[in-house]
């Protein structure tokens, strides 16, 4: 087998597409570019994918991961060229690199990813105060709540997951720059961060409202 | 707008229905075309994308160098919400413009049950619901086509022109036609006029209707020269040569049927007397198979898709539909795309081909004889002998299956509970069949799925009427004793949604108010069972003086003006009625295929006949084959 990682942006009317559903968008996107991809035995074969982390429905990805198994060696200009040709608008692919065989899943080696959220100026609820952040990252614990698969809430501490915390401009609401681990150890969501930052602050948002970009995975 | 649709789109389920930028989508230039129509769907993305009808216009319309035809489909409930809170337009897919820059909206009327969301796309386009309000006011024509529109009656008052019959034979000539008006900057009503002029199109506010005492109809008349008193459906007649969509869109979320669709043939001759479609889709027209392999290679070079499945309504009929699913697995398996087949006629032979196209056999065999006894299945036309179904399972259940879907009607007319407990005993049989084949026993299961028969317009059961609900709900609980029993899974429809089914498809144009009321009083996507609510219906009928019992439970006679009269499906009337006396005798008439013409009319008003594969008109029925 030949094992490539392809590096891809999913942008505007692609970012609603759900993981599984990009699944299925690759595998016909590597159907009609003709490319020679693997399937796995069975009953019912699927496409030798391997992601590093989904992105959730309404995000934005500018540098996302995705390892590939061919049945046949493919230049990696081609691959890109042809991929690039046959993809539905807004997903891109920007690099093709080899793997080698033995070499661990995405998934496993990723720890973080980097985000941009912005929020609107019509949906802020106030100006940041002073030293918001260093504040709000001096805090020994960032307690949050989340949803488990049971329906019963779980308190987490969220401090360790997050890395960066920059406001990075406030001009036209604001937008902030997120660091966060991410994989099976710790994962933090940027709507979860941002949502304790500016519960730190004594206001509230909707998340809804928040416009995520995943830039890149570490 | 498009920075306030994102934001909503955030704010919903499946955001993926409203966001377009599907593979193969086309977006023309808005400006630089003459006319821009919408085709709108009344119900979900995933339903609609699913429907093959809305290929063949979209790739046939955006042909056109002149027009572009762009989607929109039914709003989930959690979008109609965050649409009515932020006050923005329904809006198309491609361009995300609202439907009232369009010039012309299309609706399909697929099934009576998206009547509401019909009035509610409508109004979130800020487009007034009924045609009245909307002459001389600068909006779209509102169009619409489909099957139900073979008894448009109940949404007369809310369309501007039904086209009856396929609309690839319609819509350029209606798209031709609008450009010439508006080139001589006709008014609203001699646009009307001109339209009305085509065959196959209907424009109800050119017809008027007088009714009798008793609330039948004594006359519908059209009052205006040039304005046909019967209108003929339209008809492809070269299949082969028709337009097929070879770029079919690709849908970026799941769909209900998520794979290409090639279309082997049109129409069915089996003449069963309950069903609609057997005569609004006459007469057979089959493709020839090198076109259909042609069509099939382009398709999934430009789709991607893993699957193609042979669509028609009994594909199983097409004459060269073994050698055509060898040619396909000979060309595209290796690929590793299958082959499906949708529906499939109650014979060994349908098994033989399931058995190719489907190398694991995990999923269920779906088999319909309609009714439990010989009998009941003689009345319907329905050509089905117990020994053919005893055949086909045994065969299924020999090549691995272990899990059949019966398929059955209750309420037909003449049915007794003999015939009721004659399901039970056909499910049994099989059961045991099973039981004699199948090795591990613990999968085997026999699914009974029931729902009501709903008397419909242009069918040898139109003057029928339907059972009470009191009565299917009976019919329903005594067939769920009979079926307790391990390995047999019973399942049966509500009987409420095909009360307002019956109501609605042989309803006239007095229920505009009602359907109206109805979905004030919040009735949307009628057809999800999720949503449906009879008591919002029957608050709607009885604030507009509405009896549908009067509509769902009446026997018409024969001689009776029925609302759908002027609408014609090419089959004559008299030929209905011989089919429901001989019904009613229990005398079986054979498929016109194998070269026997029964005389339903419609190859000489239609000047069009039946076509087979390889020029032929007539050829053995396959399932005297054995």
């Given at each position: 087998m030949f094992r490539y990682r392809i590096q891809y942006s999913k942008r505007g009317s692609a970012c609603y597409i759900s993981h599984l559903d990009l699944i299925r968008a690759l595998e016909r996107a590597f159907r009609r570019a003709g490319l020679p991809i693997a399937f796995s035995e069975g009953f019912n074969p699927h496409p030798r994918f391997s992601f590093a982390a989904p992105l959730p429905v309404g995000v934005e990805g500018l540098a996302e991961v995705l390892e590939v198994e061919m049945k046949e060696p493919v230049d990696h200009q081609v691959l890109a060229e042809r991929l690039n040709g046959a993809l539905p608008p807004g997903l891109v692919v920007l690099e093709v690199a080899d793997v080698p065989d033995n070499a661990p899943s995405p998934m496993a080696v990723l720890t973080g990813a980097g985000y941009i959220v912005h929020l609107d100026e019509d949906d802020l609820p106030g100006p940041l105060p002073a030293e918001a952040v260093r504040h709000f990252l001096s805090q020994e614990k960032i307690q949050v709540t989340r949803k488990g698969k049971d329906d019963k809430e779980k308190v987490r501490d969220i401090r360790p997951g997050i890395l960066k915390l920059n406001v990075l401009s406030q001009v036209n609401g604001l937008t902030i720059q997120l660091d966060l681990k991410t994989g099976s150890t710790m994962n933090v969501r940027p709507e979860e961060a941002v949502d304790a930052f500016f519960r730190y602050t004594g206001m509230s948002i909707d998340k809804a409202d928040l416009q995520i970009i995943r830039s890149g995975l570490f | 707008m498009e920075k306030q649709l994102e934001k909503i789109l955030r704010r919903v389920q499946k955001p993926g229905r409203y966001s377009g930028g599907e593979w193969n989508m086309v977006r023309k230039d808005w400006h630089s075309m003459c006319v821009k129509m919408a085709f709108a769907f009344p119900d979900v993305y995933e339903v609609g994308m699913s429907h093959l009808g809305l290929q063949i216009l979209y790739g046939m319309v955006n042909d056109r160098e002149d027009a572009l035809l762009e989607r929109v489909f039914a709003p989930w409930p959690d979008m109609e919400e965050q649409l009515r809170k932020t006050g923005l337009p329904l809006t198309s897919l491609e361009s995300r413009r609202p439907l009232r820059d369009f010039d012309i909206i299309g609706f399909?009327?697929?099934?009576?049950?998206?009547?509401?969301?019909?009035?509610?796309?409508?109004?979130?386009?800020?487009?007034?619901?009924?045609?009245?309000?909307?002459?001389?006011?600068?909006?779209?024509?509102?169009?619409?086509?489909?099957?139900?529109?073979?008894?448009?009656?109940?949404?007369?008052?809310?369309?501007?022109?039904?086209?009856?019959?396929?609309?690839?034979?319609?819509?350029?000539?209606?798209?031709?036609?609008?450009?010439?008006?508006?080139?001589?900057?006709?008014?609203?009503?001699?646009?009307?006029?001109?339209?009305?002029?085509?065959?196959?199109?209907?424009?109800?506010?050119?017809?008027?209707?007088?009714?009798?005492?008793?609330?039948?109809?004594?006359?519908?008349?059209?009052?205006?020269?040039?304005?046909?008193?019967?209108?003929h459906k339209r008809v492809v007649t070269d299949m082969d040569a028709?337009?097929?969509?070879?770029?079919?869109?690709?849908?970026?979320?799941?769909?209900?049927?998520?794979?290409?669709?090639?279309?082997?043939?049109?129409?069915?001759?089996?003449?069963?007397?309950?069903?609609?479609?057997?005569?609004?889709?006459?007469?057979?027209?089959?493709?020839?198979?090198?076109?259909?392999?042609?069509?099939?290679?382009?398709?999934?070079?430009?789709?991607?898709?893993?699957?193609i499945s042979l669509t028609s309504l009994s594909t199983s009929d097409y004459s060269r539909v073994s050698s055509l699913i060898s040619e396909l697995i000979k060309r595209h398996g290796p690929a590793g795309v299958n082959v499906s087949l949708p529906s499939l006629r109650v014979d060994a032979f349908s098994v033989d081909l399931a058995k190719e196209v489907q190398k694991v056999r995990r999923s269920s065999l779906t088999f319909a004889p309609e009714a439990g006894t010989q009998r009941l299945r003689d009345v319907i036309n329905k050509g089905v002998t117990e020994d053919n179904l005893m055949d086909a399972v045994g065969a299924a259940f020999s090549a691995g299956w272990q899990s059949i879907k019966l398929y059955f009607m209750i309420g037909l007319p003449t049915e007794t509970d003999d015939d009721i407990r004659g399901i039970a005993n056909l499910a049994r049989r099989v059961l045991?069949?099973?039981?004699?084949?199948?090795?591990?026993?613990?999968?085997?299961?026999?699914?009974?799925?029931?729902?009501?028969?709903?008397?419909?317009?242009?069918?040898?059961?139109?003057?029928?009427?339907?059972?009470?609900?009191?009565?299917?709900?009976?019919?329903?609980l005594l067939l769920r004793d009979l079926l307790r029993s391990r390995g047999l899974v019973f399942k049966w429809h509500d009987t409420r949604s095909s009360f307002l089914e019956a109501v609605l498809s042989r309803g006239d144009r007095r229920l505009a108010g009602a359907i109206e009321a109805a979905w004030r009083n919040g009735a949307r996507f009628d057809g999800w069972s999720e949503f449906f609510d009879l008591g919002k219906w029957l608050?709607?009928?009885?604030?507009?003086?509405?009896?549908?019992?009067?509509?769902?439970?009446?026997?018409?006679?024969?001689?009776?003006?029925?609302?759908?009269?002027?609408?014609?499906?090419?089959?004559?009337?008299?030929?209905?009625?011989?089919?429901?006396?001989?019904?009613?005798?229990?005398?079986?008439?054979?498929?016109?295929?194998?070269?026997?013409?029964?005389?339903?009319?419609?190859?000489?008003?239609?000047?069009?006949?039946?076509?087979?594969?390889?020029?032929?008109?007539?050829?053995?029925?396959?399932?005297?084959?054995?």
């Open positions: - | 399909t009327l697929q099934y009576e049950l998206s009547f509401t969301n019909i009035l509610n796309m409508l109004d979130l386009a800020g487009i007034p619901l009924r045609s009245a309000d909307r002459k001389g006011g600068n909006y779209p024509l509102v169009v619409a086509g489909g099957p139900c529109s073979f008894n448009p009656e109940p949404m007369a008052d809310f369309i501007d022109v039904f086209v009856i019959g396929e609309g690839e034979d319609a819509l350029n000539d209606l798209l031709d036609a609008y450009l010439a008006s508006r080139r001589s900057s006709e008014g609203w009503e001699d646009l009307l006029l001109r339209l009305a002029g085509f065959d196959g199109i209907y424009v109800p506010v050119l017809y008027r209707v007088e009714y009798n005492d008793d609330r039948t109809i004594k006359a519908l008349t059209s009052g205006s020269e040039g304005v046909p008193a019967l209108v028709a337009f097929f969509p070879t770029r079919m869109v690709v849908p970026a979320i799941e769909t209900v049927h998520d794979r290409a669709m090639l279309e082997v043939q049109r129409g069915c001759t089996r003449g069963c007397r309950f069903c609609q479609a057997g005569v609004i889709y006459r007469p057979v027209r089959e493709k020839e198979p090198e076109t259909l392999l042609r069509h099939a290679g382009e398709l999934l070079g430009s789709t991607g898709w893993g699957e045991d069949k099973g039981r004699m084949l199948v090795r591990v026993k613990g999968r085997l299961k026999v699914t009974v799925s029931v729902s009501s028969f709903v008397p419909k317009s242009h069918t040898a059961f139109q003057w029928e009427p339907q059972n009470s609900m009191a009565e299917l709900k009976r019919k329903q608050k709607a009928f009885e604030s507009t003086g509405i009896d549908p019992e009067g509509y769902a439970y009446r026997r018409y006679q024969y001689d009776d003006v029925l609302p759908w009269d002027h609408i014609g499906a090419g089959v004559s009337k008299k030929y209905l009625v011989r089919e429901h006396r001989r019904s009613l005798e229990g005398a079986i008439t054979p498929d016109c295929r194998g070269g026997q013409c029964p005389g339903c009319g419609l190859c000489a008003t239609l000047e069009v006949k039946p076509y087979l594969a390889g020029g032929e008109t007539v050829v053995p029925i396959p399932d005297t084959i054995q």
